[in-house]
């Protein structure tokens, strides 16, 4: 097993780390582990594919909103 030393980590990330070790039922360490293992381990995004996705799940839509429409919607607070 290795062992490090994080030096200089602020104040709100310690405070967030915490919180979310307590969410998860975890110890500070662990939770510092499986965060750090996630971040390396995780998988590019396929930007192609997901704006494919997009268009696709957009052609299957009824309603299209034109760009005033979406703007006047934002005024009113429905986006």
Do not use: Q
Not at 16 to 42: P, Q
Not at 56 to 76: G, H, L, N, P, Y
Request: glycine content about 6%.
């Amino acid at each position: 097993m290795i062992t490090i030393t994080i030096k200089g980590i602020s104040k709100e990330a310690h405070r967030e780390l915490k919180r979310r070790a307590v969410t998860h039922g975890r110890s500070l360490n662990t939770e510092a582990i499986a965060v750090l293992e996630s971040s390396v381990r995780s998988t590019p995004v396929d930007v192609e594919g997901v704006i494919a996705r997009a268009r696709a799940a957009r052609a299957t839509m009824k309603f299209v909103a034109k760009d005033s429409e979406i703007r006047r919607f934002k005024r009113e607070g429905r986006a």
